[in-house]
Nanobody, 122 residues
Framework: VQLVESGGGLVQAGGSLRLSCAAS????????VGWFRQAPGKQREFVAG????????VYADSVKGRFTISRDKSTTMMYLQMNSLKADDTAVYYC????????????????WGQGTLVTVSS
């Protein structure tokens, strides 16, 4: 299993970024893929999740209305469109996968990417 994130960078507050995650080696059927983030000195937190088959989505309250998670079944890519970015969104963002329903618990996800840094300047 391999998950590879890309798309991080430096952006001004109010701006947008789109993160990508290339997934391979998963069976996908019954899988959930998600995005987590970890800011310096803080615990890893759930951002958004999507079921691979049906596209059901769940978002953390802190990003609802600003972020959109999506997946492309034909290319096995996952995306996180981030709009109206705030300084508090600064973190390393990870994509993750699990065989099962969406959950916000990081320890429930077996497979992880290496992370991509998003820095939002105020």
């Amino acid at each position: 299993v391999q998950l590879v994130e890309s798309g991080g960078g430096l952006v001004q507050a109010g701006g947008s970024l789109r993160l990508s995650c290339a997934a391979s080696g998963l069976t996908f059927r019954g899988y959930t893929v998600g995005w987590f983030r970890q800011a310096p000195g803080k615990q890893r937190e759930f951002v958004a999740g999507i079921t691979w088959n049906w596209g059901t989505t769940v978002y953390a309250d802190s990003v609802k209305g600003r972020f959109t998670i999506s997946r492309d079944k034909s290319t096995t890519m996952m995306y996180l469109q981030m709009n109206s970015l705030k300084a508090d969104d600064t973190a390393v963002y990870y994509c993750a996968a699990r065989n099962g329903d969406i959950t916000s618990r990081a320890d429930a996800y077996k497979d992880w990417g290496q992370g991509t840094l998003v820095t939002v300047s105020s």
